[in-house]
């Protein structure tokens, strides 16, 4: 067990650009979270998945976001059309239960 | 609305001093609440999860407590050192793990 994994974990784009990050949960976790935290704040939750099912999704996800968890393994988050205002952030957490969360590294995303 | 505040936002203390930091929910309806620790550009580990039917738990050298009633917890810190120097979170569940909700956190700096 090696822990939540994420890839890129810097990521510096244009303005426009489509993004794509991938979050690797502890194996057999059956709960996924993606979360994103600016500068000075704590992380907000964005969405959430049972295996492969997303069940909640905040109203930051806006149009320009898709969160996917194909097979109920490793989960993917695209950001489309990106945006000054995406920069930030971006963690992933994994949990066997709905108690503690077990957080990966993050992505740090900078739009320029 | 579920709101979470940590007080104070910053604190720096010398070694070896005793600290309690602060966190206060408006909503006390909740399942858990949980204290985080942040390391610089890192992502949150836990450090205690206390259940709604609990009053406090303890880890080493930390306590927290809860008093839903209040809507307020506690993060007790014994004889600070500087390895402790890290941004702490806490963050409060309605609804059995997901939409977490996190505080701006409290950013400790324990010195040498």
């Known amino acids: 067990d090696t822990g939540v994994s994420q890839n890129p974990r810097h990521k510096i784009t244009k303005r426009g650009q489509n993004v794509t990050f991938r979050c690797d949960p502890i194996s057999e976790h059956n709960r996924l979270y993606w979360y994103r935290q600016t500068l000075g704040q704590g992380p907000e939750f964005l969405t959430y998945?049972?295996?492969?099912?997303?069940?909640?999704k905040s109203r930051l996800l806006s149009d320009r976001f898709s969160a996917e968890r194909p097979k109920g393994s490793f989960s993917t988050l695209e950001i489309q059309r990106t945006e000054q205002g995406d920069s930030a952030m971006y963690l992933c957490?994994?949990?066997?239960?709905?108690?503690?969360?077990?957080f990966g590294p993050g992505t740090r995303l900078l739009v320029l | 609305k579920q709101e979470v505040t940590q007080i104070p936002a910053a604190l720096s203390v010398p070694e070896g001093e005793n600290l309690v930091l602060n966190c206060s929910f408006t909503d006390s309806a909740i399942y858990n609440l949980q204290w985080f620790r942040q390391d610089p550009g890192k992502g949150l580990t836990s450090l205690l999860l206390?259940?709604?039917?609990?009053r406090e738990q303890t880890s080493g050298r930390l306590n927290a407590s809860l008093d839903k009633s209040s809507g307020r917890s506690t993060l007790y810190i014994a004889a600070s050192q500087p390895g402790d120097s890290a941004t702490y979170l806490c963050a409060v569940d309605h609804t059995g793990g997901f939409k977490t909700i996190f505080g701006a956190g409290t950013r400790l700096f324990v010195k040498a």
């Open positions: 998945f049972q295996n492969e099912a997303q069940l909640e």
């Open positions: 206390i259940q709604s039917s609990q």
């Open positions: 957490a994994s949990s066997p239960s709905p108690e503690t969360q077990y």
